[in-house]
């Protein structure tokens, strides 16, 4: 495994010899570093991090500040794996300047590789925008949660003929304005198959099936830390929030009974050094 800095091209040749890509999302240093040191190829910074960070009961109201600094904490970590930063809403619907100029923030204050953005009035001709001035862009098809509104809910896309014609035409304008992959977001299986099949770049599911080029989970989903809202795509390969509450009950009967601090985590001092000290304020009772 090559240890050098994954590139647009290097996931490109992922794709062209048939290897699949693997993406997770991360917010902070040390689990970006875990999965930079695991060899996964890529890391979404997803605005996700409102909900499964900060508590929040949708995406809507992660901010280019909250993103920039979750951003720079994993970019700092990753060597080797891609870091591409979600976009926020609010900083990519208004104008194509705009757009472009919170796209280069990203760039220049968290030091990202990519962004990525959901659809947004004119989101192709954007794309083509960032794309020219330099930056890589990762599209995304299916479900926008940003639009969780207007949609009614956190549901499939692409199971009736106008969604589906939908799905297929925002990937191909996508591949055509410069994006370099797609996220396929909660889409019938043989849907992504297919799309995946029409296009030359890389797809990534996340709730798109097995015949995307690459797969993408939200970690706090893989590990187990939240509980909100599991959704049909998510796998938990293991209960972290049981072995953290375990600990952190652990912790608190201990210091309630005294067990914690003991004499291998607290510090020594010489009997002279307490004899002066004693000597010069008095003894404590
Ligand atoms: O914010 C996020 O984690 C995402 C993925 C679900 C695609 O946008």
Redesign the pocket.
Known sequence: MTQEKLTVRSIQEMKDRGEIITML?AYDYPIAKQINDAGIEMI?????????VHGHPN?LT?TMEMMILHCAAVARACTRTMVIA?MPFGSFQYSVEETMRNAARFVTEAKVDGV?F?AAPNHIEKTRAIVQMGIPVVG?VG?H?QSVGVLGGLTVQGKSIETARKVVTEALALEEAGAFAI?F?AVPAKLAAYVTKKLRVPT?S?GGGPGCSGQ?L?TYDVLGMFETFTPKFAKKYINLNQLIRQAILQYRDEVKSRKFPDEEHSYGMSEEVMEAIEKEFGKAE
């Open positions: 999302t979404l910074v997803g605005d996700s991090a409102a909900m499964v995406t992660a979600d990525k959901e995304h479900l949660p996220i977001e990534i996340i993408l939200v």
